[in-house]
Nanobody
Framework: QAQLVESGGGLVQAGGSLKLSCAVS????????MGWFRQAPGKDREFVAA??????YYANSVRGRFTVSRDNAKNTVYLQMNNMSPEDTAVYYC????????????????WGQGTQVTVSS
């Protein structure tokens, strides 16, 4: 069992920045691959970013703007979002799993409750 809690969402203007955090409990954090996904109303859940060991992976839509990182000592993964646009508006979820198939939501074992991110134009 693992519990994931996202925080840091909110309202930001286009071109601004937000930093999301995901705190993990109930497991050895360093053993998990961590992913970020987002879902807008009426849309499918979309891969955003992931970290496997020290290697980051990004969706094409966010590459160059978003940065994923993790702090094993704090059992926390982060998503730094810069130069945001209204297309980034969604509920953002963090996920933990053991699979290296980082972009596939069904391969993750644990999910947070989500945090709303809204970007105004």
């Amino acid at each position: 069992q693992a519990q994931l809690v996202e925080s840091g969402g909110g309202l930001v203007q286009a071109g601004g920045s937000l930093k999301l955090s995901c705190a993990v409990s109930g497991r050895t954090f360093s053993r998990y691959n961590m992913g970020w996904f987002r879902q807008a109303p009426g849309k499918d859940r979309e891969f955003v970013a992931a970290t496997i060991w020290t290697t980051p992976y990004y969706a094409n839509s966010v590459r160059g703007r978003f940065t994923v990182s993790r702090d094993n000592a704090k059992n926390t993964v982060y998503l730094q979002m810069n130069n945001m646009s209204p297309e980034d508006t969604a509920v953002y979820y963090c996920a933990a799993g053991a699979s290296d198939n980082y972009a596939e939501p069904t391969k993750y074992d644990y999910w947070g409750q989500g945090t709303q991110v809204t970007v105004s134009s």
